[in-house]
């Protein structure tokens, strides 16, 4: 029973790599979200995705592209990172856009 | 968008109940209620949501106001593992569904 995986869950980029990170889900989920979490802080939304083929941009887009690949995977992309990027990013998925969701164990991303 | 507002942090002993308000006046006709948590270096997990009427799962109880305009998780008796930071969101659908910065509590043996 895997429910949402992450890939990589761990990561150190050289500043101006690009790098994507994977998620995937086997629950049928329509809905996912790539989030971020400084240290000691609340999670922000990246970016998210009410169902297969649409995305749109949550508070905190700036310097991502997300892909919703297909119903299961929802991949995000660093095309240039930054120091700033630092942070570990959670992937969630839910059934629709009002249910529970669930969410993955973390890519812990530093960007040196 | 509806507004939360939790206390930074919360103290209890094991095995006393804990109740964790949250303030979200201006929440929409519409909106649930949901409540997550996040164990230290986990991802959140859920806990409970409700629309009016008092809910209970085999995690918590979540009593909503009658006017809505806030609600109280109810952890019946708080253990170790119940040491986590917890969210209130009045609203995850799409954009909406932003974690603000929670309640940390913390469980004393």
């Known amino acids: 029973n895997a429910g949402v995986t992450q890939t990589p869950k761990f990561q150190v980029l050289k500043t101006g790599q690009s790098m994507t990170l994977q998620c995937a889900q086997d629950?049928?989920?329509?809905?996912m979200y790539w989030y971020r979490q400084d240290p000691g802080m609340g999670l922000r939304l990246i970016y998210y995705?009410?169902?297969?083929?649409?995305?749109d941009k949550g508070e905190v887009p700036n310097g991502y592209n997300v892909s919703r690949l297909n119903k299961r995977e929802f991949s995000l992309r660093l095309e240039s990172a930054a120091p700033s990027q630092t942070s570990v990013y959670f992937c969630?998925?839910?059934?629709?856009?009002?249910?529970?969701?669930?969410f993955g164990q973390g890519t812990r991303l530093t960007v040196v | 968008d509806a507004k939360t507002t939790q206390p930074n942090s919360m103290e209890s002993n094991e095995e006393e109940p804990v109740h964790l308000p949250c303030n979200h006046s201006?929440?929409?006709?519409?909106?649930?209620i949901h409540w997550y948590r996040q164990l230290p270096s986990q991802g959140p997990e859920y806990v409970i949501h409700?629309?009016?009427s008092n809910v209970n799962n085999r995690m918590a109880s979540l009593a909503i106001a009658e006017d809505r305009k806030s609600s109280t998780l109810i952890l019946h008796r708080a253990t170790l593992r119940d040491a986590a930071v917890y969210y209130c969101?009045?609203?995850?659908?799409?954009?909406?569904?932003?974690f603000g910065p929670g309640t940390r509590l913390s469980v004393l043996p």
């Open positions: 969101i009045p609203n995850i659908y799409g954009q909406n569904f932003v």
């Open positions: 409700g629309l009016t």
């Open positions: 629950m049928n989920h329509n809905s």
């Open positions: 969630a998925s839910s059934v629709s856009t009002n249910t529970e969701a669930f």
């Open positions: 201006t929440i929409s006709g519409t909106d649930y």
């Open positions: 995705s009410a169902s297969e083929g649409t995305t």
